[in-house]
C-alpha cells in the first residue's frame, strides 16, 4: 500500500495528532524468528544505540532472536562496509546512516535493496521518505539550539553565531560536520546547500573561535556547564537535552533548516541478510516509532505511529517551517563531501 500525500497531511500525520495505538507489530512467521538468532548491526553509541536496545530489540527477542550491536561514528561504519565490499560475508547485518550518507553507500554497492516481503511495516512509510535501498527510521531538523538562561532573546539566524558576543560560546560536534557545511551555506545565501559555499561562512565562524566536540553528547555536557551557549542541532536533541535537564530551547533559523532522516539498510554480504531485514521491519514497528518520539524527539516515519497531541507539537515543525527545509542535492552532497571534510580537519579545526 502506498501513501501519497501533500505536505500538510505529512506534516500532521508524521508528526501525529491522535493517541498512541496498542503494540500493533505484524511479526514475521515463526519459522522466520527461528531462523534468525542473532542480526548484528552497525550504529552510533550513545543515546541511539540505548534507544534501539530499549525500543526495537525487545521485539526481536520476543521473537527468539538477539541484537549486536557494532557501535562506532559514522565515518568508522562507512570505511568498514567499503572494506568489506568484496569479501563474500561482511560483517555486519546491518548498518545505520543518515539520508545523506546511506546515499553514499548505495553509490558504493554496499547496500541490498530493500525486500518489502521481509519488511511488511514498509507500507506504513510516508511516500517522500521512501527508497529502494533504506528504510527511514526518525527524521527531524537541524537548528539553532541555545541557553535561554545566557541568550535571552532566541537566535533568529544561524548567522546569529557570527556576533562577537558569542566569541567562545558556539559549540559544534565533530560528527556533524558535513551538515554545517549544509547549515553554513544557508547562511551565505545559498538555499541549496552547497558546502562549498558553506566554507565561506565557517571561515567567518572560526574568528569567533568556536568549540569543537567529540559527540553530541559532549555538546550536551558544554552547553549543561556553560561552557557554550549555543549550538546547530536537531531540534530532537534539544527536546531529549531539555528532559535531562540542559537549559536549552530550539530555535528555527530564518534561513532554513537542515533536514535530517536517519535511515538503516541491509548489506549485500550481511551475513545473516533474512535477520537484517527482520530488524528493519522491527524499526517500522508503530510502538517502537511512538517510544522514539516520545524518548529521542524526532517524528515517526510510518503512517500508524499515532502521537499525543502535546507530543506532536514537540517533535513536529509548521507548514511554513516545512517549506523551509532545504532539499538536499544527494549526487552533489557525495561528490563534495571528500573535499569539505579535508576542509573541515585540515582547516577549521586547526588552532581550535
Sequence with gaps: MTYRIDRRKFLQTASGLLVAPALGLETLSARAATACPN??????GGDYERLLDKNVAPIIKAQGGAVTYATADQVSRMTKMRAEKMLRHGSLDVSCLADTD???????????PVEASLVPNEA????????????????SAMGIVYNP?????????????????????????????????????????????????????????KQNRPKVYPSNEAVASALKTGDIWMTFMWKARALQWKKQGVP???????????????????????????????YLNAMLDPHAQVEFASTMGYAPTVSNAKLPADLQ????????????????????????????????????KVGL
Excluded at 39 to 44: I, K, Q, Y
Excluded at 124 to 139: C, D, M, T
Excluded at 159 to 180: C, E, Q, W
Aim: hydrophobic share 45%; with cysteine; charged share 20%.
Design 313 to 348: 507539537q514537540s517533535v513536529g515543525f509548521t507548514d511554513a517551517q516545512l517549506s523551509k527545509f532545504l532539499k538536499p542535492d544527494y549526487q552533489a552532497f557525495a561528490a563534495q563531501k571528500p573535499a569539505f571534510l579535508k576542509y573541515w580537519s585540515e582547516d577549521f
Design 39 to 44: 542480526v548484528v548491526v552497525g550504529t552510533w
Design 124 to 139: 506504513n512509510v510516508f511516500e517522500p521518505l521512501r527508497k529502494a535501498y533504506s528504510v527511514p527510521h526518525i527524521f
Design 149 to 205: 538562561e545566557k541568550i535571552p532573546t532566541a537566535p533568529d539566524a544561524f548567522k546569529a553565531a557570527l556576533d562577537p558576543r558569542f566569541k567562545n560560546r558556539v559549540g559544534l560536534s565533530d560528527i556533524l560536520f558535513a551538515y554545517y557545511g549544509m547549515a553554513g551555506a544557508l547562511a551565505a545565501g545559498d538555499p541549496k546547500g552547497d558546502l562549498s559555499k558553506g566554507i565561506k561562512f565557517l571561515r567567518e565562524l
Design 248 to 278: 536549552v530551547e530550539f530555535a528555527f533559523p530564518s534561513e532554513g533548516a537542515i533536514p535530517a532522516v536517519f535511515e538503516a539498510a541491509v548489506l549485500k554480504n550481511a551475513p545473516e541478510k533474512a535477520c537484517g531485514f527482520n
Design 102 to 112: 546511506m546515499f553514499i553507500m548505495n553509490q558504493a554497492g554496499t547496500l541490498a
